[in-house]
């Protein structure tokens, strides 16, 4: 069964920095896009940034442009989220999915809270 | 970026039919489709419908998704107490090299 594992959520100051990281398993995640979501509490779904099969195309949404930036491990099957300059309105649960023309998988989650 | 629009709510009643919408632009929706999630709170999202409006082994066929222009529609017939979440719609937009998402409708089942 396809599974997705966040981790790597936490607390983090303002103007710091966090990296998230999402492990697949039961699929190699080079086979696809993966994507990053988020939601903020009580809010809506965001889509934040995506990779391609090889890691040799990233996409950002303009809010995080700059500041995130997205990676990939294909040895490990992992997918990266570097987050800097996090800022309040960072706070939210971040998703990791993967996307063969849909949003098809997803993981569990991890919270990430930006407060001093 | 701009997003899609979805209604914040609708309320049908157990055993009735709920059509949920979802509107965009010739460069999202109506270019390449939408897909829907499904949402219980305090649980990650789920795939309902694939943007050809097909869905994914082991959805109900309770749930079916259409489009019409730059108008995607989620029918939800004999309304369950299960069904009670919030349902996204999702695009890619060919303008904004990114995807989006609608801001969500919360169905209440009466």
Known sequence: E???VESGGGLAQPGGSLRLSCAASAFTSSSSWMHWVRQAPGKG????SG???????????????????????GVDNTVY???????????????????LGSFDYWGQGSLVTVSS | QAGLTQPPSVSEGLRQTAT???????????????????????????????????R???????????RSGNTASLTISG????DEADYYCS????????????????????
């Open chain 2, 20 to 54: 949920l919408a979802c509107t965009g632009d010739g460069n999202n929706v109506g270019d390449q489709g939408a897909t829907w999630l499904q949402q219980h709170r305090g649980h990650p999202p789920k795939l309902l419908t694939y943007r050809n409006d097909s």
């Open chain 1, 2 to 4: 396809v599974q997705l």
């Open chain 1, 81 to 99: 989220l570097q987050m800097n300059s996090l800022t309040g309105e960072d706070t939210a649960v971040y998703y990791c999915a993967r996307e």
């Open chain 1, 45 to 48: 779904l965001e889509w934040v």
């Open chain 2, 79 to 82: 309304l369950q107490p299960e």
């Open chain 2, 56 to 66: 994914p082994s082991g959805i109900s066929e309770r749930f079916s998704a259409s």
């Open chain 2, 91 to 110: 695009a890619w937009d060919r303008s904004l090299h990114a995807w989006v998402f609608g801001g969500g409708t919360t169905l209440t089942v009466l």
């Open chain 1, 51 to 73: 990779i391609d099969r090889d890691g040799s195309q990233t996409i950002y949404a303009d809010s995080v442009k700059g500041r995130f930036i997205i990676s990939r491990d």
